[in-house]
């Protein structure tokens, strides 16, 4: 009896954990459990974008097919990155800030919005863009201070892990709207708005009481689906943008070891998806893929007009067979089977970069 009755509750828990992305219950879990508050674009957008007006959506078929069997608001055919870090730490699927009734932050919560920067000007108007995302959780944290007491928040928000992915569309949006911005700038001006902005939020979560960073880099832009599309392209990858890349990973890793320097107590992991994608868009086989170049869903070369669904603009698109055998799923979002690699391999694996932590290293420092 007592071995049915614990399979019996393992089954529960699995059960609710894939359910509570559309409800407000979760299982419970123990005081000193760690947060996981996220922050960034659509990489991690688990449905802000649900409920605001925009055309940066993916509340809609093909969308989640191969987990939820509906769509979510995931720019994936399942789950993204913080759905693995949320499983491996025994909690729910952390719920997006705009999900209606959602009102229980102690296991944190997803602030991220498809199509956000780090720079206000990045897709204005159509997105909840880094600095937005930063109030929220200021209101989150007052929340959790009359919620709790303010010693028991201050317990949690210290604990927490605050998890980014931020700052690619910031280099995208100016080359896809032709803007001038880029000319008005150098390499090293632009790139240094982006980081400072970063930095500023992140300074700003630290006073406020947050001490553990993880942060993605930028991803090898030049070659994604979306960008050979790019006018004049013909297929070709847009090498214009990879100076902006290069450099801001590389000045990324910096301030990250000096923010480490500074700020007593400051913990960071920072996610090389940079390598990670390059190795799978050049040698896909040796990671269990067939197709690297073109997007499983999407319209044109490559699959790299951003019509998946067909509710962008264009309504034509073509959806590939088998998922599994694709790295990208739309013209710049991974497949659940890349994620799910890449989530492994941040969890425990050996790191890139000196000074930082991989992130299961990251949740256990008290």
């Not at 419970?28 to 649900?50: E, K, M």
């Not at 040796?286 to 998946?308: D, L, R």
Request: hydrophobic letters at 35%; aromatic letters at 14%; proline letters at 4%.
């Amino acid at each position: 009896m007592m071995r049915f009755s614990l399979h019996f509750w393992a089954l529960c828990t699995i059960l609710l954990n894939i359910a509570c992305h559309t409800c407000q219950e979760h299982v419970w879990l123990p005081g000193n459990h760690v947060a996981l508050f996220i922050f960034g674009d659509s990489i991690f957008d688990a449905g802000n974008n649900n409920d605001i007006n925009t055309t940066s959506q993916a509340n809609y078929f093909p969308y989640g097919e191969s987990f939820f069997k509906n769509p979510t608001g995931r720019f994936s055919d399942g789950r993204i990155i913080p759905d693995f870090i949320a499983e491996y730490v025994k909690l729910p699927f952390i719920p997006p800030y705009l999900q209606p009734g959602n009102h229980d932050f102690s296991i944190g919560v997803n602030f991220a919005s498809g199509g956000a920067g780090a720079l206000d000007e990045t897709n204005k108007g159509k997105v909840i863009n880094l600095g937005t995302q930063l109030g929220y959780f200021k209101d989150v944290s007052q929340h959790l201070r009359k919620k709790l007491g303010d010693a028991e928040a201050k317990a949690l928000l210290s604990r927490a892990v605050y998890l980014f992915n931020v700052g690619g569309n910031d280099y995208i949006v100016p080359f896809k709207i032709n803007s001038s911005v880029l000319q008005s700038y150098t390499h090293k001006e632009f790139v240094g708005q982006v980081i400072g902005n970063i930095t500023e939020v992140t300074r700003d979560i630290y006073k406020i009481g947050g001490r553990k960073f993880a942060f993605g880099n930028i991803v090898p832009l030049s070659c994604v689906p979306l960008l050979r599309t790019h006018e004049g392209q013909n297929g070709a990858c847009l090498d214009q943008i990879t100076p902006f890349v290069e450099l801001h990973n590389k000045e990324f890793s910096k301030l990250l070891q000096k923010l480490q320097r500074e700020l007593k107590g400051f913990k960071y992991s920072l996610l090389d998806v940079y390598t990670f994608l390059k190795e799978r868009m050049d040698h896909p086989s040796k990671y269990g893929f067939k197709e690297s170049k073109v997007a499983c869903c999407g319209s044109g070369p490559y699959g790299g007009i951003f019509s998946c669904g067909g509710k962008r603009g264009v309504t034509e698109y073509e959806l590939c067979d088998n998922v599994n055998d694709y790295v990208f799923f739309d013209s710049i979002h991974l497949t659940e089977k890349a994620y799910e690699q890449f989530s492994k391999q941040v969890w425990d694996g050996k790191l890139s970069f000196k000074g930082g932590y991989n992130l299961q290293s990251l949740f256990e420092l008290n």
